[in-house]
């Protein structure tokens, strides 16, 4: 499927519902996940289309799945849930940033977002669901296979050293992580959110990130 900057996307039913701004980009594989649409005919604000409700895209027309009044229900856009990417980013990886499309987005789900919980697929948004957060350290990451100590390294995926767990965010009703927190410095130290869905892999004295170390030297201060 081709993505392009300012393409017009339809619904089911042949609405002009607005205009191709960015790709959403699964950090693990750099696959496109969604695309974010801006505001048109249809939509009021810019809107978060999942990848699994394209059905068809074409440099001068993309259609959804779905009708025009399915559509309202998606989640609207907010600058602060992603990361821009650069080509920078793409170095050394077997995928290279798309060329001549919309600028490409990392999903950064920061604490308190309320439709924490999808991947790449965006099957399991609960949209609407606001976890309630307990900090913990020493707990386990998702899936629950590796208690990570505090203290433990964090690599970017290039091997860099990005920092070091500080402590795990877990949702209390689920008792899932959703984010870690990495400090990184010798002097004066500085804090870093990251979202689970952005580890690779993790033992119990290093964690692994599917992100480069330029994405998390970007991310804000926490």
């Known amino acids: 499927m081709i993505f392009k ?3 017009h996307v339809f619904s089911s039913d042949g ?4 205009t191709v701004d960015r790709l959403i980009l699964d950090p693990s594989t750099n696959e496109v996940s969604g695309i974010i649409v801006r505001k048109g005919w249809l939509f009021t604000e810019d809107k978060v289309v999942p990848i699994g409700l394209v059905d068809t895209a074409t440099e001068e027309r993309i259609r959804l799945r779905r009708s025009e009044r399915a559509l309202e229900e998606l989640p609207e856009f907010e600058e ?4 821009p990417l650069s080509e920078a980013d793409f170095v050394n990886d077997s995928v290279t940033a798309p060329v001549g499309t919309a600028a490409p987005l990392y999903i950064y789900p920061p604490i308190g977002t309320p439709w924490w919980g999808y991947g790449s697929s965006f099957g399991n948004s609960p949209f609407g669901y606001m976890p309630d957060y307990a900090e913990q350290t020493q707990q386990n990451i998702p899936q629950g296979s590796v208690a990570v100590k505090e203290g433990a390294r964090v690599l970017s995926r290039t091997g860099e050293h990005v920092g070091d767990i500080a402590e795990v965010m877990i949702d209390s009703q ?3 992580a959703t984010h870690v927190v990495i400090s990184a410095g010798l002097l004066f130290k500085h ?3 990251i ?3 952005w580890i690779k892999s993790a033992s119990e004295d290093d964690v692994t990130l599917t992100v480069n170390t330029s994405v998390v030297d970007r991310l804000p201060e926490y």
Do not use: A
């Open 5 to 7: 900057e300012g393409t």
């Open 15 to 18: 609405e002009d519902i607005g």
């Open 80 to 83: 602060t849930y992603y990361v």
């Open 174 to 176: 689920t008792n899932q």
């Open 191 to 193: 804090h870093k959110l």
């Open 195 to 197: 979202p689970t869905n």
